[in-house]
């Protein structure tokens, strides 16, 4: 399933909340971005990332996140934090 992920699944979730757990925590996080990434990649689909972001104060370290949504599924993803953007707390997802 994660290999077939393209980021034009994620760009009409732009602006919603999706569910995110990572342990025991678990939140609703926004879709803020998704953008192809410029690299190579042994994917069929060209590369790119989604960034979420909370809106909580929600704060997890990296690692293997939970997400869930109605139309994605239920997916297993490696999440990074990458720092504040003046909304929220940001998390990167590469697909690459």
Request: glycine residues 10%.
């Amino acid at each position: 399933m994660l290999e077939k992920l393209r980021k034009e699944d994620f760009e009409p979730l732009i602006g919603q909340k999706i569910k995110v757990g990572a342990g025991a925590a678990s939140a609703e996080l926004e879709v803020a971005e998704a953008s192809e990434l410029k690299s190579p990649s042994p994917r069929e689909a060209p590369p790119f990332r989604v960034i979420l972001r909370s809106h909580e104060g929600w704060r997890a370290p990296q690692g293997m996140f939970r997400v869930e949504h109605p139309t994605l599924g239920d997916l297993e993803l490696f999440v990074v934090p990458i720092g504040p953007d003046g909304k929220g707390l940001c998390y990167e997802i590469l697909f690459n």
